[in-house]
């Protein structure tokens, strides 16, 4: 692949994921500057596997499997140094009812399990169940029963506080 | 009100207040992070092989052309530790860089983290093993300085050659026990997301 053509493709897929993965950093890392750390991280590695990518699958799960590989090793790599502030309310001047819904939903996010987590962000973004098998490895047929399991439990955490 | 978790996806792909730097600067700050880790790797690996290229026929030289066969023999096994030193530490690069996140799906990429970090662990458990030429040649050096020149001398390799030892033998430690909890911890989430 040119160089060129490589950072455009690059800057393009920066440009349509960026707030998916700014979302997906938001309940990795708590602080702000560790949330700017990972989505650089997934963005660096997104950036040396783009020339090797084969569309062997789309570019959205291929890029999704990129994102939550490295943070799921980023969280592990930096599990000391997880600090105690708030997730969010640091970038929130005023914030409207649609942010505090948000916020408890990433609250409720980052306390779940790392394979929860995983599954549930990807059904947010969108994604079915094969295509979360496909970023995963997880069977469809496990996600679609774990999801289930977690829809229920997240009920209220979309709910205003 | 949120009646039904259908409404979640909605809420979570709301706007974010917008306060992240610009995409330009992202772009850059990705680039640059990139250019210092290839930059940094580059050194590590130039930085071993200048030290193998000027040090190894160094101490092959000496080994050919020692004083004694005893001097002869101790510069011999530390040109073997020197060599076994450095693929040592390109093996270790190499693992770490093949241990990176990639565009595989996670639960095949934890499996292939947590390989490489067990290649790693294994690799600073048999350090005291292939490091051993090494500090061995050196205290033979310090044996023949204690018979042909001086004590003092000897006592100097000696000592520099057991601190060498020991401080080694804590780092590694020290990196052994993080990569394993690394690894640990790689290994939960494996089963976590199965």
Redesign the interface.
């Known amino acids: 692949m040119r160089s060129q053509d490589h950072k455009a493709q ?2 393009e897929l ?2 349509a994921y ?3 993965i ?2 997906l950093c938001a309940v990795y890392a708590d602080s702000r500057a560790d949330r ?1 750390d990972l ?3 997934i ?3 997104v ?3 783009l020339p ?2 084969r569309h062997d ?1 789309t570019v959205r799960t ?1 890029l999704y ?2 994102a ?3 943070a ?2 980023w969280r ?2 930096h ?1 000391r140094r997880q600090s105690r502030e708030s997730p969010l309310l640091d ?3 005023a ?1 409207s009812e ?2 505090l ?2 916020l408890a ?1 990433t609250r409720a996010i980052a306390a779940m ?4 987590r ?1 599954l549930t962000l990807l ?4 994604l079915s169940a094969v295509e979360i ?6 069977k469809a047929a496990t996600v679609a029963v774990r999801l289930s399991r977690i ?1 229920k439990h ?2 209220p ?3 205003p506080s | 009100m949120i009646d039904d978790t259908s409404a979640l996806p909605a809420v979570w792909t709301s706007n974010e207040s917008a306060s992240e730097s610009s995409q330009a600067s992202a772009i850059a700050g990705v680039l640059e992070r990139d250019r210092a880790a290839r930059d940094r790797e580059r050194r590590v690996r130039y930085g071993s092989l200048f030290a193998l290229v000027c040090l190894l026929p160094l101490l092959l030289w000496a080994a050919a052309h020692g004083v004694t066969p005893l001097v002869r023999g101790a510069y011999a096994l530390m040109a073997a530790g020197a060599a076994a030193m450095v693929a040592a530490e390109w093996m270790y690069l190499d693992w770490s860089t093949q241990g990176l996140p990639g565009p595989v799906d996670a639960r095949s990429q934890l499996q292939t983290t947590a390989f490489m970090l067990t290649r790693q662990i294994r690799l600073l458990q048999t350090a005291p093993f292939w490091t051993s030429p090494l500090f061995a040649g050196a205290i033979l050096i310090g044996v023949w300085m204690y018979g042909a020149r001086t004590h003092a001398g000897a006592i100097l390799v000696w000592t520099l050659t057991a601190a060498g030892w020991i401080g080694g033998a804590l780092r590694t430690t020290r990196t052994r026990s993080r990569l394993s909890e690394t690894k640990l911890e790689m290994e939960r989430l494996l089963r976590d997301l199965s």
């Open positions: 690059f800057t920066m440009e960026a707030g998916p700014r979302r700017e989505f650089q991280d963005f660096l590695a950036w040396r596997s090797h990518f699958a291929w499997r990129v939550h590989n490295v799921l090793t592990v790599r599990r970038d929130m001047a914030p649609m942010d819904r948000r939903l399990s790392p394979g929860d995983a059904w947010l973004e969108g098998e496909d970023v995963t490895g997880v829809r997240l009920q955490a979309g709910e």
